[in-house]
């Protein structure tokens, strides 16, 4: 589902700032070599990550769901020099892609990757961190949520990815459908949430964009 026209989103990645380098080639990798590419942040998104980022200044980011690593990428490049990025992933065919990319940017020390279920491996993870993104199973977002607010603190941000769904978040889900009635509930908690003041952005797929009051 295309949320602006072609011609204007041709004019908007052209007067965003440029992908860069190791970027262009990872999202050139990742199309070629990887299944579904289109679960990639790309250059826009991809620019809007880093640029939030930037302003928050985050000491420590938690991403779930690395894919190939674009977007913790992205988030890397606004985190303090002595920060920590924890990112977890269930696709272990994909590890070793992701670190070499990492390895070869200024931020291989500082990304920290996780193999293994979401839902077993937060309750591990000690840090309060400054930055979450959502971007894996749509199915549990309600119980990622549940999970990480006790590790935030107040100003804390979470961006969740996906949260249009091809639009089918406006329509009536079939009973089957169980991530587009997952991310239907996400999103209300979202807005409903006494801790947490949410805005949504049409940016591709959706990005929400929650702080923590």
């Known amino acids: 589902m295309d949320l602006i026209p072609e011609k204007i989103a041709e004019y908007v990645d052209k007067h ?14 990742t199309w070629e070599k990887v299944l579904v590419p289109r679960m990639l942040s790309g250059h826009f998104q991809g620019r809007v990550l880093s640029m939030i980022s930037k302003l928050i200044q985050p000491k420590y980011i938690l991403e779930i769901g690395t894919y190939t690593g674009y977007s913790a990428l992205c988030l890397a490049e606004g985190m303090k020099k002595d920060g920590q990025l924890h990112t977890i992933d269930h696709n272990e065919e994909l590890f070793q892609f992701q670190r070499n990319y990492f390895d070869r940017s200024d931020y ?18 000690d840090h309060i961190f400054d930055l979450v993104f959502i971007d894996a199973d749509k199915e549990n977002y309600p119980n990622y949520l549940e999970l990480i607010l006790p590790k935030l603190k107040r100003g804390s941000v979470i961006l969740s990815d996906n949260v249009l769904w091809s639009g089918k978040v406006i329509e009536q889900a079939a009973e089957d459908d169980i991530d587009t009635k997952a991310l239907i509930e996400y999103n209300k908690i979202l807005k409903s949430h006494q801790k947490l003041e949410t805005v949504l952005l049409p940016i591709r797929d959706g990005l929400t964009i929650s702080r923590v009051k």
């Not at 965003?16 to 990798?29: A, D, I, K, M, V």
């Not at 291989?108 to 993870?125: F, T």
């Open 16 to 29: 965003t700032q440029e992908e860069p380098e190791l970027l262009q080639e990872l999202n050139r990798e």
């Open 108 to 125: 291989g020390n500082l990304i920290h990757q996780h193999l293994g279920e979401a839902l077993s491996i937060i309750p591990e993870l």
